[in-house]
């Protein structure tokens, strides 16, 4: 699974949320997130849990 690299970097700018808080908030490493972020795919669990600290669906977040 992908996500997009600028729908997240927007998710996080309008909450006001750093890559490590995400990490704290999701329950994954920052370094993922920062994997995530440079566009590397990542797991199907971790992009839910991702999506679930952002409390949006995860399909906002995928690319297309």
Same mark, same amino acid.
């Given at each position: ?5 600028? *729908? ?5 700018? +309008?909450?006001?949320?750093?890559? *490590?808080?995400?990490?704290?908030? @999701?329950?994954? @490493?920052?370094?993922? /997130? !920062?994997? /995530?972020? @440079?566009? +590397? @795919? ?12 952002? !409390? ?9």
């Amino acid at each position: 699974m992908r996500i997009d690299r600028v *729908k997240l970097v927007t998710e996080l700018a +309008k909450r006001d949320l750093t890559q *490590k808080r995400l990490a704290e908030m @999701s329950g994954v @490493s920052r370094a993922t /997130i !920062n994997y /995530i972020r @440079s566009g +590397k @795919s990542c797991t199907e669990e971790i992009g839910n849990k991702i999506a679930k600290a952002l !409390n949006v669906p995860i399909e906002t977040l995928l690319e297309k």
